[in-house]
């Protein structure tokens, strides 16, 4: 039996591992895979381990290792840590700060209550415009790092008509992408401090409910347009807004950005031998 939590963010949700006693070794990808996968076990977007320091478990840090539900390692996930961070302070290993060190680096995070959390984030890099033919259409869209690549495509019309599991999947695999290949968003500005959002992941390989990196990536790509100005509120497929401000001027590239939203410790969970079934495709798939 493995006892863990589940855990939401704006949507996305995890699978949380605390290390709590002895050293807890990483679940390995078929375990990831088959944890994940909905209907068949608990479902999750992903699977986070959070560790505690060994040498200075009072100094307000925690280590995060986090796996997309491909069973494979990824460097960030934001609404991820926001969760691990609300997670933290849950187990009382944080008050209402805490660093979370990721794979792309420590973050700090400020907890507002128990279903919000603040994130301090480096502002982003600037975006690079990418044209992307996809069957003979070019699509003008911008290729930004945060933490992980993403793929930012301004659609001026309704996310409703989004092709965002069709298009998103071939943006997703395109070769000018390489072989980690890249996140996809779907982005709309309906006001100066409004951005609306879709997303299809990597690692995930179909659209989730929210993408806290692809939030940021979205709103870096309507500054740079100057369609947005600092604050944004952003509304994501699952139904909640996060906000995304800055601690000084959105024009100064020096300043850190802040990402709030949803973070919810939703449930204590014991796994059983079952959760770990893996049945194959069938033959029509």
């Known amino acids: 039996m493995t006892t863990l939590y589940k855990v939401s963010g704006s949507g996305n949700d ?17 375990t990831i895979r088959a944890w994940c996968r909905r209907g068949v076990s608990l479902g999750a977007d992903g699977v986070f381990v959070l560790r505690h320091p060994r040498q200075h478990p009072e100094d307000g840090t925690v280590l995060m290792e986090y796996f997309n539900s491909d069973g494979y390692v990824a460097d960030l ?26 794979g792309a680096g420590p973050v700090a995070a400020r907890r507002l209550d128990e279903s919000r959390v603040t994130l301090e984030l480096p502002a982003p890099e600037a975006p690079t415009g990418l044209p992307v033919s996809i069957d ?7 290729r930004i790092q945060v933490g992980v690549p993403h793929f930012v495509l301004p659609w001026p019309e309704s996310l409703s ?5 069709t298009l998103g999947r071939k943006l997703r695999e395109h070769a000018v992408f390489g072989e980690p290949g890249t996140n996809v968003n ?15 992941e990597r690692g995930v390989e179909a659209e989730t409910l929210s993408c806290g ?9 309507g ?3 100057g369609a947005l100005e600092l604050p944004v509120t952003v509304a994501v497929q699952g139904g909640f ?3 995304v401000g800055s601690e000084g001027a959105a024009e100064t590239s020096g300043n850190r950005w802040l990402l709030t939203g949803d973070a919810r410790v939703v449930a204590q969970v014991v796994l059983f031998p079952g959760a770990d079934v893996t049945p194959s495709d069938p033959a029509w798939s």
Do not use: K
């Open 14 to 30: 995890f699978l949380a591992l605390p290390e709590t006693g002895s050293p807890l070794p990483s679940p390995v990808p078929e």
């Open 77 to 102: 996930c934001l609404n991820g840590t926001r969760c691990a961070a609300q997670l933290a302070f849950h187990l009382g290993w944080a008050d209402n700060s805490v660093n979370v060190v990721t």
């Open 136 to 142: 003979g259409i070019l699509y003008a869209g911008f």
């Open 161 to 165: 008509q989004a092709p965002v599991e």
């Open 186 to 200: 779907f982005v709309r500005f309906p006001g100066r401090n409004r951005m609306e959002i879709r997303t299809y």
């Open 213 to 221: 990196s692809g939030v940021v990536a979205g709103v870096a790509v």
């Open 223 to 225: 500054v740079a347009l």
């Open 241 to 243: 807004d996060l906000e």
